[in-house]
Nanobody, 122 residues
Framework: QVQLVESGGGSVAAGDSLRLTCAAS????????VAWFRQAPGKEREFVAL????????LYSDSVKGRFTISVDNPKNLAYLQMNSLKAEDTAVYYC???????????????WGQGTQVTVAS
């Protein structure tokens, strides 16, 4: 059983930056994946970014590519989502999740955090 806790959300103006943190309760298996998803009001939850806990290549949705960066601090069981040049359309609840496959398919993620709210004022 792995517990994931997100933090770092808040209310910012368009163009500002935020860094979200995902803390895992115990060392994830290095072959597993950490991802960020988000859900805006009235919309389906969507993929944002992912990478393996051991590091390596990242994958991003087209809507955040070039603005967001996912990273991990393996020894500390932490994952991050650095969000720059935020837009109003980035407003959503952001979730981190642990997955068993390098995939954007939410069904491959077995542990989820409770989410953290990000609100961007235009």
């Amino acid at each position: 059983q792995v517990q994931l806790v997100e933090s770092g959300g808040g209310s910012v103006a368009a163009g500002d930056s935020l860094r979200l943190t995902c803390a895992a309760s115990k060392r994830p298996y290095t072959g597993t994946v950490v991802a960020w998803f988000r859900q805006a009001p009235g919309k389906e939850r969507e993929f944002v970014a992912l990478m393996r806990w051991r590091g390596g290549s990242q994958l991003y949705s087209d809507s955040v590519k070039g603005r967001f960066t996912i990273s991990v601090d393996n020894p500390k069981n932490l994952a991050y989502l650095q969000m720059n040049s935020l837009k109003a359309e980035d407003t959503a609840v952001y979730y981190c999740a642990r997955g068993i496959r390098y995939s954007t398919d939410q069904s491959t993620y077995d542990y989820w955090g409770q989410g953290t709210q990000v609100t961007v004022a235009s």
